[in-house]
């Protein structure tokens, strides 16, 4: 009887403890089901409200018609046609130089003198020449005597008349061959003098004292430009192409001087596109006043062939923000939209063209840097 009472305890036991391990598994939070997401939509960054409107003066995008423009960069280059180079036909050494590069020099000024050897030779078959000349004509002179006295035959008469012409053939070829070295046959030197061939500014020179020449093998010594027309190379891409038309012509500021505006006509669009870059070189001729010197950067405006409508607001309406151009556009409901615009040429008075984001006839903010200091408050 006592063995069927333990035997009952033992089962309270166990099922209270049961229990309680069921309402610890049941109390557990890890396994309970999670809540449910909430998401929240942000605020529209690119729309403005104020409470009070009235405050921003608004301004309406009037239409402009333009010709299209397009604006490149250039470089100011000499003109070949124009630029002469300077090279001495004597190989030797040069013992002076009395140009260097940068100067203005004028046509037949001194340049350089040049020490050869070339032309030491030149002089010594000049002088041979004249020796041979002077003797032969004085044998034909007494070989005519002899043919009128009959003393000699007239085919010996003939042989003397051919070789007293042969030595006036060479004398003529040392006396050109002097004059292409350079130097003169009455002053026989073996120093050559090399002169400007033109008037310019020396824009390149590869000689210095005490260098050599090797004359036509060598590089020219100097290059003369004539600087009174240069020529702008401008880099123009392959999609712009259709802005530029050959004889029409450009306006081209230069960076140092702004505010000045020459004009200039295009004369060659380069025919082979760059492989890297995908430009064609564009070349513009153009009168220098003696304000562009070589290797200026300058700015080139093409003008297009059709017009376009674009719109004209304030300069005052664009908010220049993280290099982007921004207005401000009226909603009916009195709030603001931002939008993107790319902004074109400065219009007086105070005005500025707008290319693209909106269109002519909508209503912005006049002042935009004042709704969004508001609005950043």
């Not at 712009?240 to 006509?265: C, M, Q, S, W």
Request: aromatic share 4%; charged share 20%; glycine share 6%.
């Amino acid at each position: 009887m006592k063995w069927m009472i333990f035997v009952q305890a033992a089962l309270v036991v166990a099922s209270v403890l049961l229990s309680g391990c069921n309402q610890k598994m049941t109390a557990d939070p890890r396994l309970a089901e999670p809540p449910p997401t909430v998401v929240q939509s942000e605020r529209d960054a690119s729309r403005v409200k104020v409470e009070h409107p009235e405050r921003f003066p608004l301004a309406t995008v009037i239409a402009h018609a333009t010709a299209p423009l397009l604006n490149v960069t250039g470089v100011v280059s000499a003109d070949v046609a124009r630029s002469v180079p300077v090279v001495s036909m004597a190989a030797g050494r040069v013992v002076e130089i009395h140009a260097r590069l940068g100067d203005k020099v004028s046509k037949g000024q001194l340049l350089m003198r040049v020490q050869s050897a070339d032309v030491a030779d030149a002089f010594s078959d000049y002088r041979q020449a004249v020796a041979d000349e002077r003797l032969a004509r004085a044998q034909l002179t007494r070989a005519k005597i002899l043919y009128e006295k009959g003393a000699i035959a007239q085919k010996d008469l003939e042989v003397i008349q051919e070789a007293e012409e042969k030595t006036d053939v060479a004398m003529e070829t040392a006396i050109e061959r002097l004059r292409v070295l350079g130097a003169n046959k009455d002053h026989p030197t073996p120093v050559v003098d090399i002169v400007a061939p033109a008037s310019g500014v020396i824009t390149d020179q590869q000689v210095t004292a005490a260098s050599g020449t090797q004359g036509l093998a060598s590089p020219s010594a100097f290059i003369i430009s004539d600087l009174s027309h240069v020529w702008i190379l401008c880099d123009v891409h392959e999609n712009d192409l259709a802005f530029v038309h050959l004889g029409e012509y450009a306006e081209i500021r230069l960076n140092a001087y702004p505010n000045l505006t020459f004009k200039g006509r295009i004369s060659n669009i380069g025919s082979i596109l760059d492989p890297n870059i995908r430009t064609a070189k564009v070349r513009i001729e153009v009168g220098n006043s003696g304000l562009m010197r070589l290797g200026m950067f300058v700015q080139a405006t093409f003008h297009g062939q059709k017009t376009q409508v674009s719109g004209v607001v304030p300069a005052s309406s664009i908010l220049h923000l993280h290099d982007r151009d921004w207005v401000f556009v009226a909603q009916p409901d009195t709030t603001f939209h931002r939008v993107e615009v790319r902004s074109g040429q400065m219009l007086p008075p105070g005005r500025q063209q707008i290319l693209s984001g909106i269109r002519p006839g909508e209503r912005v903010v006049a002042d935009a840097l004042l709704l969004q200091n508001t609005a950043e408050q």
